[in-house]
């Protein structure tokens, strides 16, 4: 899901040409445990091959595969780390900015680390309330496309199956849960 988390991932990309150098050992420490954490939202297959980034856009990682990787953003207490391809990125980037948005392709997002919540209707929302349906979700692939494409899905979240969030707005995706909520 797509909350804080893109605001502060597109902030930190702003800088991704940054690279590390001369870092002390306790820096590297910390740059291995956020990896390792950016990492953790994906398959094991994807994991050589990503380009990680953490949130002062240092390069923790070069990739070669097309997505971005980011660890779990400092102000949060669980994880949410996230997978990007192009797509995705280009996605967040409208979503930060509040641009409009229609995906002419597929993208996939991987979160496999779950993440601490966000609205299924209201993609700026910043917390629960009564009316927002807020979700925690566990392991999950976020899917974009052509609306036309994903509008068969349902919007709701309890259906036991992949569901379309943030439905009817720029910003709607394919929310794949891969394994039971916390």
């Known amino acids: 899901m797509m909350t804080a988390i893109a605001k502060r991932a597109l902030a930190g990309l702003a800088l991704a040409g940054l690279s590390v150098s001369g870092v002390g050992q306790a820096e590297e420490v910390a740059s291995m445990s956020l990896l390792e954490d950016a990492l953790g939202a994906t398959w094991p297959g994807m994991v050589e091959g990503a380009t990680v980034v953490d949130w002062q856009g240092e390069v923790l990682q070069e990739g070669d595969n097309g997505y971005t990787c980011m660890p779990t953003p400092p102000s949060m207490s669980g994880r949410a780390p ?13 979503w930060q900015n509040r641009e409009p948005f229609t995906a002419e392709r597929l993208g996939i997002a991987y979160m496999l680390a779950g993440d601490e919540g966000a609205s299924n209707l209201d993609p700026y929302a910043e917390g629960p309330t009564e009316d927002n349906q ?39 995706h394919l929310m794949v849960p891969v394994d039971a909520r916390p």
């Not at 996230?82 to 409208?94: K, P, R, S, Y």
């Open 82 to 94: 996230m997978c990007l391809d192009e797509a995705w990125m280009a996605w967040a980037q409208a």
């Open 134 to 172: 807020w979700v925690v979700e566990g392991p999950h692939l976020m899917i974009i496309g052509p609306p036309a494409l994903l509008e068969a899905f349902p919007a709701d979240p309890d259906n036991g199956g992949p569901y379309l969030m943030w439905k009817g707005t720029d910003y709607q």
